[in-house]
């Protein structure tokens, strides 16, 4: 697993550039004079303010839960295991939609959750298909019997609610919601490090469940610099987890959250990350 600094609370010499690409009055560029935190981030913005495709043509790219077929459980399979599916994509459809550390994220939480004994399913950029995201979430799904504990990770754009497929295709968090509708595993963690990803935490939220999230419904995740090489709040989880020996994943999920808000002041945006949790107890991961 790739070691990471502590991030320092100035990093370099004020911003060279700052790219922001926002839907948004709140999310305005940040005065040079004013950044002394980071050198070059950027916003994970709302993809449908980039997305130029005909309206018509995007409403043939939409999964909701009039697509999802709950998945069926594998009753008999045997109990005790862990399954995981990671999700990171940096690279999409046109240059101009491309990320920076989202397959990082991935890679980080891959080696995470190996170390933690789970069966990791990765997809990675142009891997990360509409059709290979149903077959892996399809799968995940049907291995959430009770005795399992299941994980999902995601990181790359988001919409109103809505993962983005490398090729483009939106995915609604109604979808997960009838995906994981049959699951009896008791103990489950999501997260998603994308913009206005909020409904996830609503529409996941079950018995036995964790879920995280690096927005709400309306405002944006970022990548951070090249210090951080992650996305912000994938970068302070992933501190929770591999400098502060966090081994419950509320701890590093609140953790997150408020590192996530002390950068956010430094650079003056502003953020909503936050988790739901309905796990009895501390769910450790």
């Known amino acids: 697993m790739r070691t990471k600094k502590w991030m320092r609370l100035a990093f370099l010499a004020l911003v060279t550039s700052v790219i922001l690409q926002s839907c948004s009055k709140d999310e305005a560029v940040i005065p040079q004079d004013d950044l002394t935190v980071s050198e070059a981030w950027t916003v994970r913005p709302d993809f449908a303010t980039v997305d130029t495709r005909p309206q018509d043509v995007i409403a043939k790219f939409q999964l909701t839960e009039n697509n999802a077929v709950p998945a069926k459980l594998i009753a008999n399979a045997a109990k005790g295991a862990k399954y995981a599916v990671v999700i990171g994509i940096s690279d999409y459809e046109g240059t101009s939609n491309d990320l920076q550390y989202c397959d990082d994220d991935a890679n980080d939480w891959t080696a995470q959750l190996q170390s933690e004994g789970y069966n990791v399913t990765t997809?990675?950029?142009?891997?990360?298909?509409?059709?290979?995201?149903?077959?892996?979430?399809?799968?995940?799904?049907?291995?959430?019997?009770?005795?399992?504990?299941?994980?999902f990770i995601y990181s790359g754009h988001g919409s109103r609610g809505n993962i983005v497929t490398t090729d483009l295709y939106y995915i609604n968090s109604t979808w997960f919601g009838a995906m994981f509708a049959n699951a009896t595993s008791t103990k489950m963690m999501f997260s998603f490090d994308a913009c206005q990803i909020g409904a996830m935490a609503t529409d996941l939220n079950a018995t036995g469940r964790v879920v995280a999230v690096a927005s709400d419904t309306r405002r944006y995740s970022y990548d951070g610099d090249a210090t951080m090489q992650n996305g912000v709040f994938t970068y302070y989880q992933m501190i929770g987890l591999d400098q502060l020996n966090y081994v419950y994943f509320e701890p590093d999920c609140q953790y997150a959250c408020d590192q996530m808000a002390i950068w956010a002041k430094a650079v003056h945006v502003k953020v909503a990350p936050s988790y739901v949790d309905s796990y009895a107890g501390d769910l450790d991961i």
């Open 123 to 151: 997809l990675l950029d142009l891997n990360a298909t509409k059709s290979a995201i149903e077959a892996a979430l399809t799968t995940l799904a049907s291995q959430s019997i009770a005795g399992n504990e299941i994980a």
